[in-house]
């Protein structure tokens, strides 16, 4: 016979099993689990949620999620709370040892981490997550010769990143990410033919992509006057 353990809190429990002669009984422990996270991937800024159980029944539950985790005692058995540990959110279980929490991604860089949940007694369970990176472009449009600003994060920390625009590679000049995957450059739009191109930012194997627009513009006028008849190049 298969059963499933249903949401019940962190403890012993009983299992009962009863026949019209008989009873017999055993004990099963249950321990915490973070049993979902939606979504498994996802950006910097993005919401997460998670939903755990196995926890002690009506305690408040505290979430910490990958720079910000507490130290350990070494066996990750213990979780100290203090520095450099950072909440990222907080929860409170039900009757049944369960919660739910939704937290927004903080600035860390690229790859797998934890999200670690514990509550006061230091009962915790641990799940992954995966930051991806990000690249945007402001403006989104402009004109040969116009000047632009690229940025993003969730990039691999302290690592070189080449930027490919439409035609061109590796514009921008050397750009390196901080401590934390993010960086920032400035870089002026070449000529290519009007329309949406592709902008790219790779290093250390990920890569994000952004559009711009490139729109089209007179750029000059030879003469800028003259009689009806006069010959003009632009």
Known sequence: ?????????????????????????????????????????????????????GYNAIQQIVVYFGAGLPPSNG????????????????????????????????????????????????????????????????PLFGTVGSSVTIKGNGYSKNTSLQINFGTTNNVGGVITTDNNGLFTTLFTINTQRWGTTTLTALGSGVSDMAVFKIEAVVTNVSPSSGIVGTTVLI
Do not use: M
């Open 1 to 53: 016979y298969t059963y499933y353990v249903d949401s019940q809190p962190y403890g012993n429990t009983t299992i009962s099993v009863t026949s019209l002669v008989s009873t017999a009984s055993t004990t099963f422990f249950i321990t915490p689990a973070i049993v979902c996270v939606t979504p498994t991937s996802g950006t910097v800024g993005s919401q997460v949620t998670i939903l755990g159980n």
């Open 75 to 138: 066996d990750n058995d213990y979780w100290w709370a203090q520095p450099p540990a950072s909440t990222i959110t907080t929860s409170n279980t039900n009757n049944a040892g369960t919660f739910t929490a939704l937290f927004t991604i903080d600035l860390q860089p690229y790859g797998t981490t934890t999200i670690l949940a514990r509550d006061v007694n230091n009962k915790f369970a641990r799940n992954i997550f995966c930051i991806q990176p990000e690249v945007w472009i402001v």
